[in-house]
């Protein structure tokens, strides 16, 4: 019996056997199969020892009210990571100026470092990971903190290659433990750097990395050309996260640059540079949207449908916003979306799978 290689392929396998255990009980019922009561125990005894497996190792969920709770419980993890990172960030400030150098140089120092060590201690008590992601966050912000101060603190000219730094540490506490929302925060950082640095090229301050959208647009493409290239053969669940951010950091560029082509270094005038990304948008959002469908990656599929409406929306209100009554221009739109519905429900009778 091969063991799930993580947690989120343990609560995949629960799941199923969960959906398989319904589905056993509607054809016993319905005498589609008949099953022996020696063999109903066995296939009962054999998922009940699977199930407690998982969550003993694991820490699944095993039932719907445990899925519930792990929820909540995640909203808390990160509703608290960001107020306790918060009230470190103002802590310091309000006690900094009471401190001599050498104590102020141990903290910072000491802080990321403190929380990296209570990160392997909860790893190895706890099955659950909200308190390996809660010091994590924190590990994170205290790591920033620590860069941001000693720089102001000895008179160090800022660079973007503290972005590189801040996301090359949150990603290796991703891999550390298998946390996505570190790696999220890690690849933005990168994504940030690499614009900036891109900046510098132009010869413009790397603080100005936002007057240039299509910096993100480089990066993005490259973040979401990892997972194609380098298997994530222990933490499966990575790969979306690469291309979720990818994607989000590109299309929100173009988005951007729809709205107001200044930013852009194609040798055009403004109006000409926002028609060409309008039109990059509609037409890269859809195909998005069906490279995700096709290929089953389901954060392509909705942040290609997301973005779809937006473009979709605001082209709307580009057209028809000053030229039609506010009632006839919202009439317009609930009826174009419906139409859109339709195309949608025909599709999907289209692919449906028939006996």
Known sequence: MDLPKNRQEAQFRADRIHLFRD???????????????????????????????????????????EKKISAGMLALTLLGGFAICAGV?????????????????????????????????????ETTPHYVTLCALLALACFVLNLNVL???????????????????????????????????????????????????????WFNLFDRPEHFIVAGAFIFCVPFIFRHRIYSYFPPVYRGIGLLSILFSVMFLSLSGYGSYLPWNSDQVETLYEFIGIAGSGV???????????????????????FFYLKMVSWFWDSLPRWMFF???GAITIGLLILLKKFRARDRVHP
């Open 151 to 205: 720089g102001y603190m000895f008179n160090i000219t800022p660079s973007p290659n503290a972005l590189l730094v801040w996301g090359l540490f949150g990603v290796s506490l991703a891999y550390l433990h298998g946390l996505r929302l570190l790696l999220a925060l890690g690849l933005l950082s990168i994504i940030a750097f690499a614009s900036a640095y891109l900046v510098t090229f132009r010869h413009y301050y």
């Open 89 to 125: 960030f103002f802590m310091f400030y309000q006690f900094w100026g009471y401190l001599s150098s050498p104590v102020k140089i141990s903290i910072l120092v000491l802080s990321p470092l403190v929380f990296i060590g209570l990160m392997e201690v909860f790893a190895r008590r």
């Open 23 to 65: 589905e056993l009980n509607t054809l016993l019922s319905e005498k589609v199969i008949l099953l022996s009561p020696a063999q109903q125990a066995a296939i009962q005894d054999y998922h009940q020892k699977l199930l407690g497996q998982y969550s003993t190792q694991f820490g699944t969920d095993t039932t719907e009210k």
């Open 331 to 333: 009439m317009l739109l």
């Open 288 to 310: 998005v949207l069906w490279v995700g469908i096709r290929s089953n990656f389901h954060e392509m599929a909705n942040i290609g449908l997301g973005f779809l409406c937006l």
